[in-house]
């Protein structure tokens, strides 16, 4: 796993988390993963934090559930597809609609 810069009182030093498998799965991925549309709900299960060699370092990296669609996943706030993925890009179009039906229901006091 990667160092993380470190700073206190601006001098910097750096740390590698003392993270191991059984310390990610019990921590909950929905504690930072949020969605950016109410069409998708982040729920337990749907991302899993895992170990994984990549480049020759072990980082941590996020896996989604197969059970998640595409949308699903292009609703996850600051989730950025690869190029050449374009089926990982969120709908914006739907998203739009989607909070502009959802405004029009708490104005209508819905």
């Not at 740390?15 to 990610?24: H, N």
């Not at 504690?31 to 991302?47: N, T």
């Amino acid at each position: 796993m990667r160092r993380i810069p470190f700073f206190w009182h601006d001098m910097p030093g750096s740390f590698r988390p003392p993270i191991t498998q059984a310390e990610l799965d019990a921590l909950p991925a929905t504690l930072f993963i949020r969605s950016r549309s109410w069409l998708y709900d982040v729920r337990p299960g749907d991302v899993r934090l895992e170990l994984r060699i990549l480049s020759g370092l072990e980082e941590v990296v996020a896996v989604a559930s197969p059970r998640l669609g595409p949308g699903d996943v292009g609703c996850i706030i600051g989730f950025e597809a690869d190029e050449g993925h374009e089926a990982m890009r969120p709908d914006e179009k739907m998203i739009s609609l989607a909070d502009q039906l959802l405004r029009g229901h708490r104005q209508d006091g819905l």
